[in-house]
């Protein structure tokens, strides 16, 4: 099977679904939270006081205070990036919200941090535990490994990795959780870049290095696994003070020739007793791998912000408070300097997080359905998040479409005025939330080119689209709003809306904003209130 066959038995349609078990196996239900066993973890402080950043010093840098490399600041840039949000609970059942979005709240996503010996902690390689918010030891290597590090990079900071579980969102989502997991780790990246620039520090993607050395690098290839629940690699970054550059994508020989000859320790616990082995989810990370590349350095716009737009939230509160809309009120509008600078924000530009991770040129762009932006019609839309793509992507959409610019030197065109709500919700699995909201989204990716040439690729370009979702949801927050990821969805049926004919273009996520709604049944409890709850003896 190649990636282009995966893609396409995952497709849902009006007539067939992508495969799935059909029930909820709650039996089998994944543990939400992994752990290493054998080493006692090394528990890291909360924040005491949040840095103090505003809302557009999320994304700019200039204003951002550099912090050093200490790790009451890691374990901050941790906490703000993939640590716990809060706790929700019904009478019965009780369950844990993080900081990055996950599709069903089931977090395929693990960290894995390469540290110098800081404060009282030995260098070497830690997985972060987001419940316990502690470092849990996998290996320790001398100070002259580390020294090896820092030359090559040229720059102080800390390494960090992400790696997927396929089986969390296999178990309820079958075939298609690929896919999914991909949107999560992209999550999580632009996450990571927020989080970093709050503390004066950049998060670069080592783009060149392949799937093996990251293995390698993490002790993935001498770690017991249970069935069905390894975890598998995605990238590796490296962290260091914005103010510097960073030549490197990559790791020299002689380094991973020192981590492959590691130590490494620390059990999985196990997930499930059970698992359903989908073989589509193994062939497409096998038809995805990313072997060793050429290092690549990638230029964007230096255009400014928008400033249209402006948020009284705090960075850190912006972060903190995102949520999952379950709900809209259709009556519910955004107003247009709004919408202009969410979709602003989602334009990639050097120096501005969270996209100048140098993950890779954006081929991602925005089909909109506007149901409710003061100023602006009802109608679909289209978002350009490049201009190099413009001229094909237009060429192969339908003839009648308008393109009509909405605004001089704003990448934003109308192709056709009309009443989407029932279109927008009947492409996306006959979900409301599409359809209530103020505008909902496709996120069309110049697809077949970059991918055939590629194929890892593949997965980059579902990275992409998730980061662009936690720009989205973040930039919902900020003006008091709403948003929700959306991972169902008719992908040939968004494609004929568009006229496309083939594949050199293709939907790979949906999201939708507008005024939501309060779930009132839910109770809500701090984030770290059951390490708090425990250290008192609680039960």
């Given at each position: 099977m190649n990636i282009f066959d995966y893609h396409d038995a995952t497709k849902h349609h009006y007539h067939r679904s992508a495969k799935s078990l059909g029930y909820m196996d709650w039996a089998n239900q994944p543990e939400p939270f992994r752990y290493f066993q054998g080493r006692p973890p090394i528990h890291l402080p909360l924040l005491e006081k949040d840095?103090?950043?505003?809302?557009?010093?999320?994304?700019?840098?200039?204003?951002?205070?550099?912090?050093?490399?200490?790790?009451?600041?890691?374990?901050?840039?941790?906490?703000?990036?993939?640590?716990?949000?809060?706790?929700?609970?019904?009478?019965?059942?009780?369950w844990s919200l993080r900081i990055n979005p996950s599709s069903g709240n089931l977090h395929p996503t693990e960290a894995h941090l390469i540290l110098p010996s800081i404060n009282s902690i030995d260098s070497g390689v830690y997985h972060y535990n987001p419940f316990l918010h502690a470092l849990e030891p996998r290996a320790v290597f001398s100070g002259n490994l580390w020294e090896k590090i820092e030359g090559h990079f040229q720059a102080e900071g800390f390494m960090i990795a992400l790696s997927s579980i396929f089986w969390r969102e296999s178990w309820k989502y079958g075939e298609r959780a690929f896919r999914y997991c991909n949107h999560d780790a992209g999550h999580a990246l632009?996450?990571?870049?927020?989080?970093?620039?709050?503390?004066?520090?950049?998060?670069?993607?080592?783009?060149?290095?392949?799937?093996?050395?990251?293995?390698?690098?993490?002790?993935?290839?001498?770690?017991?696994?249970?069935?069905?629940?390894?975890?598998?690699?995605?990238?590796?970054?490296?962290?260091?003070?914005?103010?510097?550059?960073?030549?490197?994508?990559n790791v020299s020989e002689d380094i991973l020739k020192d981590f492959s000859e590691l130590e490494f320790f620390g059990i999985p616990n196990r997930l499930s007793q059970d698992h359903y082995h989908w073989k589509n989810i193994e062939s497409a990370n096998m038809a995805s791998k990313k072997p060793l590349t050429p290092p690549v350095q990638i230029s964007f716009d230096d255009k400014p912000l928008l400033q249209n737009a402006h948020s009284k939230l705090p960075a850190a509160k912006i972060i903190r408070q995102r949520r999952s809309a379950l709900g809209f009120d259709s009556e519910g509008s955004v107003g247009f300097d709004q919408f202009l600078a969410m979709l602003d924000k989602t334009f990639p530009r050097n120096n501005v997080a969270p996209f100048d991770t140098q993950l890779s040129f954006p081929r991602v762009h925005l089909l909109l359905f506007v149901h409710n932006v003061q100023g602006l019609n009802q109608g679909l839309y289209f978002f350009f998040r490049n201009t190099v793509d413009k001229d094909t992507l237009q060429s192969a959409t339908r003839l009648d479409f308008l393109w009509k610019p909405v605004e001089q030197d704003f990448p934003l065109y109308l192709l056709e005025e009309g009443n989407f709500r029932r279109k927008a919700a009947r492409v996306s699995c006959y979900q409301e939330i599409a359809g209530e909201s103020a505008f909902s989204m496709g996120m069309i990716a110049k697809f077949r080119d970059p991918v055939e040439k590629n194929p890892y690729l593949y997965r980059h370009l579902f990275w992409e689209t998730g980061m662009i979702g936690q720009v989205l949801y973040l930039e919902a927050e900020a003006h008091g709003f709403r948003g929700t990821g959306i991972g169902c969805f008719f992908d040939d049926a968004v494609h004929d809306i568009l006229g496309f004919s083939d594949n050199q273009f293709q939907s790979l996520y949906h999201f939708t904003i507008g005024k939501?709604?309060?779930d009132r049944r839910l109770n809500t409890l701090p984030p770290y209130y059951h390490i708090e709850h425990n250290r008192a003896g609680g039960d």
């Open positions: 840095p103090e950043a505003d809302y557009f010093d999320l994304y700019l840098r200039e204003n951002n205070t550099h912090k050093p490399f200490l790790l009451e600041n890691i374990a901050g840039f941790l906490e703000l990036s993939l640590g716990l949000s809060a706790w929700k609970s019904v009478p019965g059942s009780r632009a996450g990571l870049s927020f989080s970093g620039n709050l503390f004066g520090w950049k998060v670069i993607c080592l783009t060149a290095l392949s799937d093996d050395n990251i293995e390698t690098l993490l002790g993935f290839d001498k770690t017991h696994w249970h069935h069905m629940e390894k975890e598998h690699p995605e990238f590796a970054c490296y962290v260091f003070a914005s103010s510097k550059n960073l030549e490197q994508q939501y709604f309060e």
